[in-house]
C-alpha cells in the first residue's frame, strides 16, 4: 500500500475486526470504499455503523456529523440501529482506545441490556457493575 496514512487506517480497521468484532459477527468484512455512498468501515455487522479513526487529532464534530449523514441516508430503511466511532488511542493497547457512540444511544443500549436481564429473570446475575 503505496499511501501511509491508508495503511495505518487499513491496520486500525483489521485490529478492530479481529479484536472485537469477529466474535459477535462471523461474517465481518472491511467494507470497500465507496465514497460518498460508504456506510461504514465493516459490513455484516447487523443493525450497525461501525466507523474507525485512527487519526493523530480528534475531530470530533466531523466524525459526528459524518457518521450522522450516514445514519441519515440510511434511516428511512431503518438498516442502522446503532452506531460506532472507534478512536485510536496511541499510548496502548486496542483495549484502551475510544469507543463514541450518542447519548441516546448508550442510553438506549443500557436499557435494553438491563431489560433483557429483567427479562430473563437474572438482572441480579448482570455482568457489569
Do not use: C
Not at 90 to 100: F, H, I, P, S
Request: net charge neutral; charged share 30%.
Amino acid at each position: 500500500m503505496s499511501n501511509p496514512r491508508r495503511a495505518k487506517g487499513t491496520g486500525y480497521e483489521v485490529g478492530i475486526k479481529e479484536e472485537f468484532l469477529e466474535g459477535i459477527w462471523p461474517e465481518v468484512e472491511r467494507a470497500p470504499l465507496k465514497g460518498v455512498n460508504d456506510f461504514g468501515d465493516f459490513v455484516n455487522v447487523a443493525g450497525w455503523l461501525i466507523e474507525a479513526r485512527n487519526r493523530k487529532t480528534w475531530a470530533l464534530p466531523a466524525w459526528i456529523r459524518s457518521v450522522y449523514s450516514k445514519l441519515d441516508r440510511e434511516g428511512r430503511n431503518r438498516k442502522f440501529r446503532w452506531m460506532l466511532v472507534f478512536k485510536a488511542d496511541k499510548r496502548g493497547e486496542l483495549n484502551d482506545d475510544y469507543v463514541l457512540m450518542s447519548a441516546s444511544q448508550a442510553f438506549n443500549l443500557i436499557e435494553t441490556e438491563t431489560l433483557y436481564w429483567a427479562m430473563i429473570g437474572r438482572l441480579d446475575e448482570h455482568p457489569l457493575p
